[in-house]
């Protein structure tokens, strides 16, 4: 699967963006996918994701559980991220990412996930 992120721009606090992931590709209902971001200096790193086969299974990282909802539509092979009362440490680019299989060990890790798409740059002002 080949996945291609967007959505992102520029947010004063407080406000929201909506970041889409578009995959092509078959099987897409088959695969897990995530969000992942990466701050200038610091690693990557888990945000999001929802798992294959459903549309209500999701896991957050501790830092956006309450903000950031992760969602897809199998039909037209695409997953969003609904990002509210955005902060300044939001600022990142975003990636999203996709796997076939579902460890559980691991999918909260870039290891878990074998295709990524280009990054999508979000910049929250203060």
């Known amino acids: 699967v080949q996945l291609q992120a967007s959505g992102g721009g520029l947010v004063q606090a407080g406000g929201s963006l909506r970041l889409s992931c578009a995959a092509s590709g078959d099987s897409f209902a088959q695969y897990t996918v995530a969000w992942f971001r990466q701050a200038p200096g610091k690693e990557r790193e888990f945000v999001a994701t929802i798992f294959r086969r459903s549309l209500s299974a999701t896991y957050y990282s501790d830092c956006v559980r309450g903000g950031f909802t992760i969602s897809r539509d199998n039909a037209i092979k695409m997953v969003y991220l609904q990002m509210n009362s955005l902060k300044p440490e939001d600022t990142a680019v975003y990636y999203c990412?996709?796997?076939?299989?579902?460890?559980?060990?691991?999918?909260?890790?870039?290891?878990?996930?074998?295709?990524w798409g280009q990054g999508t740059q979000v910049t929250v002002s203060s």
């Open positions: 990412a996709a796997d076939a299989r579902t460890i559980l060990s691991s999918i909260a890790m870039t290891r878990g996930y074998n295709n």
